[in-house]
């Protein structure tokens, strides 16, 4: 596995559950600068610490007059999803453009994207080049579409200005920074119903945040014009059905599933191409949980 090191790399979304522990890792051996609002000093400041160098800029607005051009890659994990179509896909689209568009010389781009972009087919395993869709409106109603239309932006900003780019459609991120099994975690805990999708059971391919920090540099070297598209989860196929019960087996709570036509349906992954590219993922779903629960609630932790 290839590694970064001396190397000049821009990250938007830095305070992000994703992307904040990469930009705290790559920072230790390169040059790291991350774009974002910084609404919240703490998080800014969380991150300067760890030797991120930050710019304040809103990526909807357009102003990267701040941002270094000279870049060596770019790694873009910003996401809006207020819900308004205008700005989201000003957010996630035009300004992936316009950042491309400055840093037109970068070795290499990652655009971070979802595999919520697939049309919703069943207990169906997708691969990079299945029918895409609006898969997340029950929750987000423009994470969808925003998501896509970044997508069309990366592949034509690429082409443009010959931008070799990887395109990584991300699964169910999880870690010591938060995640989807994390929010389930805190429903459990507060005797909340957690929703599933009456078409059980309800799959995906969760990946721990050391895997995602692990594999920047071989997605970056699998980079390519036009844009090379891949698929980005954990090895192992788990249900929330099945995480659910392990999280609660770890701190003595009974999870209260409720089936409901509002909630995602599966999205399991084919990871073929990801395993040609990337290699295989290191840290089990199991362990990955367990560590969760170490980090958030050590004190229920069971034997």
């Known amino acids: ?24 890792a ?41 941002v270094p051009a000279d870049v060596s890659y770019v790694l873009n994990f910003a996401v809006a999803r207020t819900g308004d179509f205008d700005y989201d896909l000003a957010a996630n689209s035009e300004a992936l453009g316009l950042l ?12 971070c994207s979802s595999t919520a972009v697939y049309q919703p ?11 895409l869709g609006d898969n997340h409106r029950v929750m987000m109603p423009t994470y969808s579409i925003a998501k896509i239309c970044a997508e069309s932006m990366a592949r034509y900003v ?11 459609r991300l699964n169910v991120p999880y870690g010591n920074n938060g995640g989807w099994p ?18 059980a059971p309800c799959l995906y391919n969760p990946i721990h945040e050391d895997d995602i920090i692990r594999e920047i540099p071989a997605l970056l070297a699998a980079a390519s014009v036009p844009a090379t598209v891949v698929n980005w989860g954990g090895d192992e196929e788990v249900s929330i059905e099945e ?6 087996e770890l701190v003595g709570v009974e999870p209260h599933l409720v089936p409901s036509d509002e909630a995602l349906e599966s999205v399991a992954i084919d ?12 840290v089990g779903w199991k362990d990955g949980f367990r560590r969760l629960v170490e980090r958030f609630h050590p004190e229920l932790l069971k034997a």
């Open 100 to 111: 491309m568009s400055r840093c037109s010389g970068a070795r290499a781009l990652l655009h």
């Open 26 to 66: 790559l920072a230790k051996d390169n040059e790291v600068w991350g774009v974002a609002r910084f609404s919240d000093a703490k998080a800014k400041a969380a991150l300067e610490s760890a030797g991120v160098r930050c710019v304040t800029a809103d990526l909807a607005a357009g102003d990267f007059s701040a």
């Open 121 to 131: 087919d069943g207990h169906h395993r997708f691969a990079e080049d299945d029918p």
């Open 271 to 282: 990871t073929t191409k990801q395993h040609e590219l990337l290699g295989h993922t290191t």
């Open 1 to 24: 596995m290839t590694t970064l090191e001396g190397e000049k790399i821009l990250i938007t979304g830095p305070t992000s559950q994703v992307a904040k522990p990469v930009a705290q």
């Open 243 to 248: 995480w659910c019960a392990y999280l609660g």
């Open 158 to 168: 690429a082409r443009q200005h010959g931008i070799p780019t990887t395109i990584a």
């Open 182 to 199: 994390y929010y389930h975690l805190e429903m459990m805990l507060a005797k909340m119903d957690i929703p599933v999708h009456p078409d």
